[in-house]
């Protein structure tokens, strides 16, 4: 017998119902047969915007858009057949005529005989779930465009302890630089393609990633290639992880840099050697020669080095030409370097200078090796525009045992004047370094007093030369050049005392006295209503001081001036021997502003190295290329050529060595920015500093302002490019 409920128990049923729908979130309403809505609860009409009394009694398609009528009445049908629709995805228009997505669960309603009667539904906003979803989409199909159309080499890489940098995905232009197909990588871990040598490093890192040690690495690293040739390449890799921050995998980017690790290559072997000749440069021979002390000091042996020049060469130069001097220079230097053991080194120290080291020998057996480089110069005509040339080379010996003292730059210079003095008994023979030579070191030492003094008492003094703006036609700024006074009151040039105050380690100190002065004048300038720029020279070891830029930093605070107004020299001479510090010297000075310029441009190798390593704004273009412009077609082609390089590099160019309007007019022509020389402006004392240069383009005349003449001593008693005018400091 069937329980009997009061009707009272269904009346609070259906209210309690009744509630439950109209304080829902989802939107929950009802249509008949022919999809009149019959019920609308609250829920639908926050979703939808409808009221009740809006809603009730319409039709149900007024929430459909056009496009999706069809696939709507399918779903009726669906439903009405007595079936159910679980989670339907679709769209809805709202009152405001907004469009949103919705998820719909409906199924029929039957009344007590089972008669289907209309539709219920269920309908939920899941319009930010499809947009996080389509986010979703996009953000991986642009990953996979990004991965799969990159032009570097990108990869996945498992992280699975068990199976560690196996690949499970590649890129084409990953195939195309190691050279094995994307099924073929996918069989291999990123170990089965790095060098035996790098595989340790490569692993480690990558074993820090994992481990969160570091959030990122980048190496560079050796690829081995499918046809197993090594191939540089820069490796970039980093985690992805899910949103709960677990790793999932490596994305591993290599990119080929074997082109720029072999040219990196092809300039730190320009830096070390003679571009003539191939042997070492005085740089790198330096270095090995203080490298061979040290051993001998620590072993107990000893060594020797032997200092060559070729006698009456510039005969030859002067007679033959400077392209039969360099054909000569290069066949003593191959002549020489054949008869040496292979523990010996040869270095091309400049001009038609050689030098060799000779470890582990004593003096008898460095004065065999002599005569037998003599011999084989003496005894072997070389041959130049097809006739032979006999020559002669002159030798001095400076040996060196353990305990000694002496540096590798002492013994050069010991070697040195014991070949000049071979020179002076007759050429053609070698000579020891002998105490008789204790008497030019001595001459030294006075030199050195006398710098010491000069500043202790404040005695240097500063020329100025003007540099010319040639789209302006206005100066622009001027470089400081030093003088010392001599003993009788003349101004002595650099050429006269810097190689001693370079070799004595004065040169610090003049550089910081140069480079205060030019900060006070500039601050003096400034606050006389005038501005001024200028340019200073440093030498190579005040570059690599790690205190000057501190210093420099003080002076240009105290002063309260633009550091851009401060241009600081190197020249391509200067002998930088640590290029970390020099590198960091640069950087420092170039943040807050500073101007850097890289004198003598295009006189050796050095310049590309030093342009390679430091962020230079000026190239000073070497005087040698601008003497003979005019008469010079190479000279034209190399001018070209450097300031093309320089404008790609957004470098500024200045010309040195300007020595007539038909020079100046071929600088402006080649779009060189600035000229520098006795055409422009002549070498003269601060005091005339504000008296105008005139500047006349069109009558091709450039002319010093009024002013004294140049005083003695100054680089404007001497014809421009003489050895007296020493680059460094005017």
């Not at 070390?272 to 203080?290: I, M, Q």
């Not at 003096?524 to 720029?533: I, P």
């Amino acid at each position: 017998m069937a329980e009997v409920r009061p009707p009272q128990a269904d009346i609070a049923l259906e209210a309690w119902l009744a509630s439950i729908i109209e304080s829902s979130t989802l939107g929950i309403l009802s249509k008949t047969r022919e999809g009149v809505i019959t019920s609308w609860n609250a829920g639908a009409e926050r979703l939808y915007g409808y009221s009740q009394d809006d809603a009730i009694g319409q039709p149900a398609s007024l929430l459909v858009p056009a496009e999706r009528l069809c696939d709507e009445e399918e779903i009726l049908r669906q439903v009405l057949a007595g079936g159910r629709v679980d989670h339907y995805e679709t769209e809805r228009v709202r009152k405001d005529g907004g469009s949103i997505a919705v998820a719909v669960s409906a199924s029929p309603i039957k009344d007590a005989d089972g008669t289907l009667v209309g539709i219920s539904a269920i309908e939920r906003d899941i319009t930010d779930r499809k947009r996080v979803e389509e986010a979703l989409g996009e953000a991986e199909a642009c990953f996979k465009s990004t991965f799969e159309d990159a032009p570097i080499g990108m990869a996945r890489l498992s992280i699975d302890p068990a199976s560690p940098g196996r690949f499970l995905e590649v890129n084409q232009a990953f195939c195309e630089l190691t050279g094995y197909s994307r099924e073929q990588l996918e069989t291999l871990d990123c170990e089965a393609l790095t060098h035996p040598e790098d595989v340790e490093e490569d692993a480690s890192l990558l074993a820090q990633l994992v481990a969160g040690e570091i959030q990122n690495y980048e190496i560079e690293t050796r690829c081995i290639h499918a046809e197993r040739h090594v191939v540089w390449v820069l490796v970039t890799a980093s985690l992805v992880r899910d949103d709960s921050g677990k790793p999932l995998y490596c994305i591993r980017q290599i990119q080929d840099i074997q082109e720029r690790k072999q040219f990196a290559g092809h300039l730190e072997y320009l830096a070390d050697h003679d571009a003539l000749t191939g042997l070492f440069n005085r740089r790198r021979f330096v270095r090995e020669l203080s490298h061979q002390m040290s051993y001998a000091h620590r072993y107990g042996e000893g060594g020797a080095v032997l200092f060559l020049d070729i006698d009456n060469f510039k005969d030859v130069n002067d007679t033959l030409g400077h392209q039969a001097g360099d054909e000569l220079i290069a066949s003593v230097a191959h002549l020489l370097g054949e008869r040496l053991r292979e523990t010996d080194a040869i270095a091309r120290l400049g001009g038609d200078e050689f030098a060799v080291l000779l470890p582990r020998v004593g003096a008898d057996e460095a004065a065999a090796v002599a005569r037998g480089l003599m011999q084989a110069v003496r005894q072997n005509p070389l041959r130049s525009t097809g006739r032979p040339i006999a020559l002669t080379v002159s030798v001095g010996i400076a040996p060196f045992h353990a305990g000694a003292g002496t540096t590798a730059d002492d013994l050069l210079i010991e070697a040195d004047l014991a070949m000049y003095n071979a020179k002076e008994v007759g050429r053609d023979r070698f000579v020891f370094a002998s105490d008789e030579q204790q008497a030019r070191m001595e001459n030294r030492l006075t030199w050195t007093g006398r710098i010491r003094k000069a500043l202790d008492e404040d005695l240097f003094v500063l020329y100025c030369q003007p540099i010319l703006d040639l789209r302006s036609n206005e100066i622009s700024q001027y470089e400081l050049l030093l003088r010392m006074p001599g003993t009788s009151g003349e101004l002595l040039l650099p050429a006269s005392f810097l190689y001693t105050a370079e070799r004595y380690d004065l040169i610090r100190r003049i550089d910081r006295w140069v480079i205060s002065r030019a900060i006070e004048l500039i601050g003096d300038e400034r606050r006389a209503g005038r501005e001024l720029r200028l340019e200073v020279n440093v030498s190579g070891r005040s570059v690599a001081d790690p205190e000057l830029p501190g210093f420099i930093v003080e002076q240009l605070d105290a002063a309260s001036i633009d550091p851009a107004q401060l241009i600081l020299e190197v020249t391509e001479t200067a002998a930088i021997g640590n290029m970390d510090e020099a590198r960091r010297f640069v950087a420092r000075l170039t943040d807050i502003g500073c101007c850097f310029a890289l004198d003598d441009f295009g006189a050796g190798f050095g310049s590309f190295y030093y342009l390679k390593y430091l962020p230079l704004d000026y190239l000073k273009i070497d005087g040698e290329f601008i003497r003979n412009l005019p008469a010079s077609n190479t000279d034209q082609l190399i001018l070209r050529s450097i300031v093309q390089m320089a404008n790609g590099l957004g470098k500024k160019t200045i010309a040195e060595f300007v020595g007539d309007e038909a020079s100046l007019q071929l600088l402006r022509e080649h779009g060189v920015q600035y000229a520098q020389g006795y055409h422009v402006g002549r070498p003269r004392p601060l005091t005339e500093l504000r008296a105008p240069v005139h500047t006349n383009a069109a009558a091709g005349q450039h002319s010093q302002g009024p002013g004294p003449s140049p005083s003695p001593g100054s680089s404007a008693s001497q014809p421009e490019g003489t050895s007296a005018d020493h680059r460094r400091f005017g």
